[in-house]
């Protein structure tokens, strides 16, 4: 059984960063993919960015792209969310996600490609 937990949330002015930890136990390690999914009140819980096993392959959806990056750290069973140049539209609460079955990372975009979630961390963006 996995077991993740994210960290790292808060309030923070626009502009600014932050980093996001999901520390996971259990067979982290072998998880196919890591991601981070975000939710915001009366929305979807969309998926912000992917990262495969090996770190070969990351994903990010539009909106961060140049401004999030995906990291894990495997002997660690950590993945990492460097957010920065936060925009109040990056407020939510932030998931960490694993897949436990293989395939290719960045085609894991939905809440049904994951087996194991965090129980999230705030981010809160003021202008």
């Known amino acids: 059984q996995v077991q993740l937990v994210e960290s790292g949330g808060g309030l923070v002015q626009a502009g600014g960063s932050l980093r996001l930890t999901c520390a996971a136990s259990?067979?982290?390690?072998?998880?196919?993919?890591l991601g981070w999914f975000r939710q915001t009140p009366g929305k979807e819980r969309e998926c912000v960015s992917v990262?495969?096993?090996?770190?070969?392959?990351?994903y990010y959806t539009d909106s961060v792209k140049g401004r999030f990056t995906i990291s894990r750290d495997n002997a660690k069973n950590t993945v990492y969310l460097q957010i920065n140049s936060l925009r109040p539209e990056d407020t939510g609460i932030y998931y960490c996600a694993a897949r436990a079955t293989p395939g290719e990372a960045r085609t894991f975009l939905q809440k049904s490609d994951y087996d194991y979630w965090g129980q999230g961390t705030q981010v809160t963006v003021s202008s």
């Open positions: 990262i495969s096993r090996n770190a070969a392959n990351r």
């Open positions: 259990g067979c982290a390690y072998n998880m196919y993919a």
